[in-house]
Nanobody, 124 residues
Framework: QAPLVESGGGSVQSGGSLKLSCRPR???????LGWFRQAPGKEREGVAG???????KYTDSVKGRFTISQGDARNTLYLQMESLNPDDTAIYFC???????????????????WGQGTQVTVSS
C-alpha cells in the first residue's frame, strides 16, 4: 500500500479546473511535500512544492494557474488547478520527504514516499 493516497483527478475541457488531494504519511518536523506529474513518453517533472515552513515553489508552466496548500491540520495536501490546458494532461503524484531548511527541490529521486498517482486529462 502506497504511503500517500491521491484523489481528485478526472477529465475536464480546456480552461476547466480540478482540485487534487493527497493524504501524506505524516507531517512532523521539517518536510517538503510535492506534486509531480508524468505524461506519456515524458520524464516525471515537479509541478509544485510546499515546505513545512509554508514556502511554496512552482514550475514555470503552472505559475499563476496552480496553487499548492495544506489543510488546517496539515494532514491533507491540495493542488488547485485552474485554466487547465491539454499540456497539463498527465498522471499526477504527490510525494513527501523529510527536509532541511533549504527550498524544496523538484528532484524525484530524493523523495522516498509516493502515492500511486491520479490521472488528469484535459481535452481541447
Amino acid at each position: 500500500q502506497a504511503p500517500l493516497v491521491e484523489s481528485g483527478g478526472g477529465s475536464v475541457q480546456s480552461g476547466g479546473s480540478l482540485k487534487l488531494s493527497c493524504r501524506p504519511r505524516n507531517s512532523n518536523g521539517r518536510y517538503c511535500l510535492g506534486w509531480f506529474r508524468q505524461a506519456p513518453g515524458k520524464e516525471r517533472e515537479g509541478v509544485a512544492g510546499i515546505h513545512s515552513d509554508g514556502r511554496t515553489k512552482y514550475t514555470d508552466s503552472v505559475k499563476g494557474r496552480f496553487t499548492i496548500s495544506q489543510g488546517d491540520a496539515r494532514n491533507t495536501l491540495y493542488l488547485q488547478m485552474e485554466s487547465l490546458n491539454p499540456d497539463d494532461t498527465a498522471i499526477y503524484f504527490c510525494a513527501a520527504a523529510n527536509w532541511g531548511t533549504a527550498e524544496c527541490q523538484f528532484i524525484p529521486m530524493i523523495f522516498p514516499f509516493w502515492g500511486q498517482g491520479t490521472q488528469v486529462t484535459v481535452s481541447s
